[in-house]
């Protein structure tokens, strides 16, 4: 007998958009087969965002701070640093500076600096709020105005805030809305049906589903990212078939295995190592569970990820 | 590939003698196609017979056994492709590479390695199962790796990388008590290799240039009667290795063509060529999407914490959440004066508190009473986290004994229990944490 490949064609396909401007834009989705299955139909390589914060990031560990440190202080500096090192296919700026626990900074400076970042730089940008869904609604709100004409990503509507993310981001001013959802499919659906019903088209929507580290609950993950992708292909769900973005370096630099320091764990040998390899585990299954695009923190990280993408490809 | 009716009709005698209670043979052979009636029913079918429906009606991935002692392993037997479907039943398992061309100190090197990562994660040790013994063209060099592999007694299962057929049976004399894997059989030497596998009754490891005369090769091995195999997706590019790890695994389980119905080898290392950081990303890619060994290159804890615990992850039931020891966990090292903090058994639950708690750097000792693997919300809406269940744990699990404090820090999401575990602890002053997780690290500061 001779071998037969397995082919496996679905009816469904993941929407197709654009974030940026330019040059540098880049597509998310459009396609119609499971991650890297680029032997049972259309794939779209990955995308790789790296992470800056608008505020000195106190909390990150200090191998990430130093090799930051000249730049930290000023966000623009540091974009247009990691736009010209690294080359991400985008930045996404967490304004963390608005938290109310935080720095508390009002929604017009972080909107404005946001706008600082997006003029002196050419990549796309990803903006994410604080996870303080009262101060995100507000901050999402002015950030979309203030951005007009940029197409960017805002990160992230959540059930309690998504009306005026979408209805600035989206409708307002033709951005992307990132819907927020706590691993889970149904959790995740019922939010795009949500900002379908208020006007945002389905194919101006990104999904963040969720995110855990390796070892964190991560099954969760990988099941419910297998039940999205199955539902958007096999069964042509619309409601579900949007790009996935995954937050990566969110999660797993707050683990212990990479914040632990050596002195407290001498056999786990060095920490930003540690770090490294919990983010690039992450990374290359959540792309294996199918994220579109992912947010690192470490260069090596990117680096390695994006050979890693351009290997599957 | 499963059996039609019409391909059990054939096999029965024909003889429409109802014995089985069906009127005719080919009414019966349906009713066996559906499962609705075992084939003994028929009392005249022959054991050639017999033993091909029991070949058609096996699992469509057969489970392979290697290893002795507690370092025996149990690879494939998968029959799904989503781990949501049903659970994956045997976990990957880590091997690392050890080649008798490296040198003593590389040698050495490695396998403290493999010595020293050893660890518990969830009630689970985690440490590499395998040790992969690579012949590079030195006979006496080879066998003398293996001699010093074994007297290094670690607590790992052989695999004998090897494909000159003649070196390998004196290497496997020397570890055969401790079952071990041979790989290295492909289109030229598969017969002199499947012989010194059947003969010692070991897996035997295939391997070939592409899926297609991977298939050949795994036919033909089949034809001699081996069965028990592992079969290598390819290093020639990751590109290919992934295409055929998933391949392998669907035209067997989906397509139900068995003669690729085997666990699979991945060399993640060799594919990474010697990038560490690409080895674990690799790594990764293959516990989720069907690698059944992952031999790496060398271990470290950078490597091992990420990939034992995403395995860990993934070979779990999808209906069964993981719980975590119910006992006393002291965190930042508490002492008699340290406040006690309560919370329920659910794995995600206990690492995100625990971790929180490590965060604020204050000495707390975590009590995890059973609450049946449940979230705080979940246990306490099924009623296995109440008043009652935690006023027991304190009073049994000893801790009263471990700290004067009696402050008892509960879930801000079951505020309503404090006056039922006050009633039941009146000793003790119940104070409401927050509701979520992350505000721990500035409430326990500020307490």
Redesign the interface.
């Known amino acids: 007998?001779?071998?037969?490949?397995?082919v496996?064609k679905y009816s469904g396909r993941i929407n197709e958009l654009k974030i940026g401007t330019g040059e540098k834009e880049i597509t998310l989705g459009g396609e119609n087969a499971m991650a890297?299955?680029?032997?049972d139909g259309e794939i779209n390589a990955p995308k790789i965002g790296m992470e800056i914060l608008d505020i000195n990031p106190e909390g990150w560990t200090n191998s990430l701070k130093d090799l930051y440190k000249d730049v930290a202080e000023d966000t623009v500096e540091w974009a247009k640093a990691v736009e010209e090192k690294y080359n991400p296919d985008f930045i996404c700026l967490r304004l963390q500076g608005a938290d109310p626990?935080g720095a508390n900074k009002t929604v017009e400076e972080c909107s404005e600096l946001a706008k600082k970042v997006a003029d002196s730089i050419s990549t796309p940008l990803v903006i994410a709020g604080t996870g303080n869904h009262e101060k995100d609604g507000k901050l999402f709100e002015k950030a979309a105005e203030i951005l007009d004409g940029k197409n960017v990503l805002l990160m992230s509507a959540v059930e309690e805030n998504y009306k005026s993310v979408g209805a600035a981001g989206a409708l307002a001013y033709n951005h992307k809305v990132g819907a927020e959802s706590s691993v889970d499919i149904n959790l995740a659906k019922q939010l795009n049906i949500l900002l379908n019903q208020l006007g945002v088209k389905y194919e101006d929507i990104v999904m963040n589903v969720g995110c855990a580290a390796?070892?964190?609950?991560?099954?969760?993950l990988?099941?419910t990212y297998?039940?999205i992708r199955?539902a958007a292909f096999g069964q042509n769900d619309k409601t579900l078939q949007m790009p996935i973005i995954t937050p990566v370096s969110f999660e797993t630099w707050?683990?212990?295995?990479s914040?632990a320091p050596e002195s407290e764990m001498p056999?786990?040998?060095?920490q930003e190592?540690?770090g490294?390899?919990?983010e690039?585990?992450?990374?290359?299954?959540v792309l294996?569970?199918g994220a579109d695009a992912v947010v690192l923190r470490h260069p090596?990280?990117v680096?390695?990820?994006r050979?890693?993408v351009n290997?599957?490809? | 590939m499963a059996l039609t009716g019409l391909d059990i009709f054939k096999l029965t005698p024909k003889k429409n003698c109802k014995d089985c209670g069906f009127p005719t043979c080919l009414a019966f052979a349906m009713k066996v196609a559906t499962g609705a009636v075992e084939i003994s029913k028929c009392p005249h079918m022959g054991q050639e017979a017999l033993d091909k429906l029991a070949e058609a009606t096996a699992p469509p991935m057969k489970t392979v056994k290697f290893g002795a002692g507690e370092a025996e392993y149990k690879l494939g037997g998968e029959t799904v492709l989503y781990r949501h479907e049903k659970t994956f039943v045997n976990r990957n398992r880590y091997a690392v590479l050890i080649s008798d061309s490296m040198s003593n100190e590389e040698i050495d090197s490695r396998l403290t390695n493999i010595e020293k990562v050893n660890y518990i994660r969830i009630g689970e040790e985690m440490h590499i199962e395998i040790a992969a013994l690579k012949y590079t063209g030195n006979k006496d060099k080879y066998i003398e790796l293996v001699n010093k592999v074994k007297a290094a007694n670690l607590k790992v299962a052989y695999m004998l990388i090897c494909e000159d057929a003649e070196v390998l049976k004196e290497a496997v004399e020397l570890v055969k008590s401790e079952n071990p894997i041979i790989y290295g059989a492909n289109k030229e030497n598969y017969e002199a290799m499947t012989e010194v596998a059947k003969e010692n009754k070991l897996v035997l490891g295939l391997k070939a240039d592409s899926l297609e005369e991977l298939y050949e090769v795994t036919e033909n091995v089949g034809k001699l009667g081996h069965k028990e195999l592992i079969l290598d997706a390819g290093s020639k590019s990751i590109k290919e290795a992934f295409e055929n790890a998933v391949q392998i695994r669907r035209i067997a389980l989906k397509d139900g063509d068995r003669t690729f119905g085997y666990p699979s080898v991945i060399f993640a290392g060799e594919l990474a060529n010697n990038n560490k950081y690409m080895e674990t990303a690799l790594a990764s890619l293959f516990t989720i999407k069907y690698g059944s060994i992952i031999v790496l290159d060398d271990i470290e804890y950078a490597k091992a914490l990420p990939l034992f615990a995403l395995r860990q992850n993934i070979f779990t039931d999808p209906q069964r959440p993981m719980t975590v020891e119910t006992k006393i966990y002291p965190i930042n090292n508490p002492d008699e004066n340290s406040p006690v903090l309560v919370t329920v058994d659910f794995a995600l639950t206990y690492f995100i508190v625990s971790g929180e708690i490590e965060r604020s750097k204050k000495p707390v000792w975590l009590v995890v009473p059973d609450a049946g693997g449940y979230s705080v919300l979940t246990a306490w809406a099924a009623g296995k986290f109440t008043g009652s269940s935690i006023s027991n744990f304190i009073k049994e699990s000893g801790i009263e004994e471990k700290t004067k404090s009696r402050k008892l820090l509960i879930p801000g999401k079951v505020a309503v229990l404090k006056g039922d575990i006050e009633d039941n602890l009146p000793e003790w002053e119940v104070v409401v944490a927050p509701n979520e997780a992350m505000h721990l690290p500035k409430f326990l500061k500020e307490m």
Request: proline share 0%; aromatic share 12%; with cysteine.
């Open positions: 007998m001779a071998l037969k490949k397995s496996q890297f299955h680029s032997f626990n390796v070892g964190y609950g991560f099954e969760y990988a099941s297998d039940r199955l707050n683990v212990k295995e914040i056999d786990w040998g060095c190592d540690r490294i390899m919990m690039i585990s992450t990374a290359a299954s294996a569970a090596k990280s680096e390695t990820i050979e890693f290997e599957l490809m």
